[in-house]
Nanobody, 120 residues
Framework: QVQLVESGGGLVQAGGSLRLSCAAS????????MVWFRHAPGKQRDLVAR???????DYEDAVKGRFTISRDNAKNTVYLQMNSLKPEDTAVYYC??????????????WGKGTLVTVSS
Protein backbone atom coordinates (compact mmCIF):
# COMPACT_ATOMS: atom_id res chain seq x y z
CA GLN A 1 0.00 0.00 0.00
CA VAL A 2 1.15 3.53 -0.84
CA GLN A 3 -0.14 6.78 0.60
CA LEU A 4 0.20 10.07 -1.27
CA VAL A 5 -0.14 13.44 0.46
CA GLU A 6 -0.18 16.69 -1.49
CA SER A 7 0.79 20.08 -0.11
CA GLY A 8 1.61 23.57 -1.31
CA GLY A 9 -1.73 24.75 -2.64
CA GLY A 10 -3.12 28.16 -1.83
CA LEU A 11 -4.36 31.47 -3.15
CA VAL A 12 -2.19 33.43 -5.58
CA GLN A 13 -2.69 36.28 -8.01
CA ALA A 14 -2.50 35.75 -11.75
CA GLY A 15 1.11 35.71 -12.85
CA GLY A 16 2.31 34.30 -9.57
CA SER A 17 3.91 30.97 -8.75
CA LEU A 18 3.34 27.98 -6.50
CA ARG A 19 5.18 24.74 -5.94
CA LEU A 20 3.16 21.67 -5.11
CA SER A 21 4.66 18.67 -3.37
CA CYS A 22 3.48 15.09 -3.15
CA ALA A 23 5.07 12.87 -0.55
CA ALA A 24 4.71 9.12 -0.87
CA SER A 25 4.89 6.72 2.03
CA UNK A 26 4.32 3.04 2.60
CA UNK A 27 5.48 0.49 0.04
CA UNK A 28 7.21 3.08 -2.11
CA UNK A 29 9.78 0.80 -3.77
CA UNK A 30 7.25 -0.21 -6.42
CA UNK A 31 6.38 3.32 -7.56
CA UNK A 32 6.48 3.86 -11.31
CA UNK A 33 5.20 6.97 -13.03
CA MET A 34 3.94 9.83 -10.93
CA VAL A 35 1.30 12.17 -12.26
CA TRP A 36 -0.42 15.42 -11.42
CA PHE A 37 -4.09 15.76 -12.30
CA ARG A 38 -6.39 18.69 -11.73
CA HIS A 39 -10.14 18.94 -11.39
CA ALA A 40 -12.03 22.22 -11.57
CA PRO A 41 -15.75 22.56 -10.78
CA GLY A 42 -17.90 21.76 -13.78
CA LYS A 43 -14.98 20.31 -15.74
CA GLN A 44 -13.54 16.86 -16.14
CA ARG A 45 -10.37 15.76 -14.44
CA ASP A 46 -7.35 16.41 -16.66
CA LEU A 47 -3.82 15.10 -16.62
CA VAL A 48 -1.48 18.04 -16.09
CA ALA A 49 1.97 16.50 -16.01
CA ARG A 50 3.60 13.11 -15.77
CA UNK A 51 7.08 11.97 -14.89
CA UNK A 52 8.46 8.48 -15.36
CA UNK A 53 10.82 6.85 -12.89
CA UNK A 54 13.76 7.52 -15.21
CA UNK A 55 12.79 11.17 -15.46
CA UNK A 56 11.05 11.51 -18.81
CA UNK A 57 8.24 14.05 -18.62
CA ASP A 58 5.20 15.14 -20.57
CA TYR A 59 2.67 17.93 -20.08
CA GLU A 60 -0.78 19.04 -21.01
CA ASP A 61 -0.52 21.60 -23.80
CA ALA A 62 -2.17 24.27 -21.66
CA VAL A 63 0.67 24.24 -19.13
CA LYS A 64 3.70 23.68 -21.35
CA GLY A 65 6.35 26.28 -20.72
CA ARG A 66 4.78 27.28 -17.40
CA PHE A 67 4.75 24.13 -15.25
CA THR A 68 7.63 21.80 -14.47
CA ILE A 69 7.30 18.37 -12.89
CA SER A 70 10.22 16.76 -11.09
CA ARG A 71 10.79 13.92 -8.67
CA ASP A 72 13.26 12.90 -6.03
CA ASN A 73 13.18 9.12 -5.91
CA ALA A 74 15.32 8.99 -2.78
CA LYS A 75 12.77 11.14 -0.96
CA ASN A 76 9.76 9.55 -2.67
CA THR A 77 8.50 13.01 -3.51
CA VAL A 78 7.22 14.58 -6.71
CA TYR A 79 6.94 18.32 -7.29
CA LEU A 80 5.01 20.57 -9.60
CA GLN A 81 6.47 24.03 -10.07
CA MET A 82 3.76 26.30 -11.45
CA ASN A 83 4.76 29.67 -12.89
CA SER A 84 2.81 32.38 -14.69
CA LEU A 85 -0.40 31.10 -13.15
CA LYS A 86 -3.71 31.95 -14.79
CA PRO A 87 -7.23 31.96 -13.35
CA GLU A 88 -7.93 28.98 -15.60
CA ASP A 89 -5.43 26.99 -13.52
CA THR A 90 -7.75 27.14 -10.51
CA ALA A 91 -8.56 23.58 -9.50
CA VAL A 92 -7.96 20.88 -6.97
CA TYR A 93 -4.65 19.29 -7.88
CA TYR A 94 -4.24 15.58 -7.26
CA CYS A 95 -1.10 13.51 -7.12
CA UNK A 96 -1.34 9.98 -8.47
CA UNK A 97 1.03 7.11 -9.18
CA UNK A 98 1.07 3.67 -10.68
CA UNK A 99 3.00 0.52 -9.85
CA UNK A 100 6.41 0.10 -11.44
CA UNK A 101 5.42 -2.95 -13.48
CA UNK A 102 1.72 -2.25 -13.74
CA UNK A 103 -0.46 -0.79 -16.45
CA UNK A 104 1.13 2.54 -17.43
CA UNK A 105 -2.34 3.97 -18.08
CA UNK A 106 -3.76 2.97 -14.72
CA UNK A 107 -3.35 5.05 -11.58
CA UNK A 108 -3.06 2.74 -8.58
CA UNK A 109 -2.64 5.37 -5.87
CA TRP A 110 -4.24 8.78 -5.33
CA GLY A 111 -3.82 11.64 -2.92
CA LYS A 112 -6.70 13.63 -1.50
CA GLY A 113 -5.81 16.80 -3.41
CA THR A 114 -4.67 20.34 -2.68
CA LEU A 115 -6.61 23.42 -3.76
CA VAL A 116 -5.00 26.02 -6.00
CA THR A 117 -6.91 29.27 -6.49
CA VAL A 118 -5.63 31.90 -8.92
CA SER A 119 -7.29 35.30 -8.72
CA SER A 120 -7.46 37.74 -11.62
Amino acid sequence: QVQLVESGGGLVQAGGSLRLSCAASGSTLNLGAMVWFRHAPGKQRDLVARIMRIGRTDYEDAVKGRFTISRDNAKNTVYLQMNSLKPEDTAVYYCAANRLYGDPLAMDYWGKGTLVTVSS
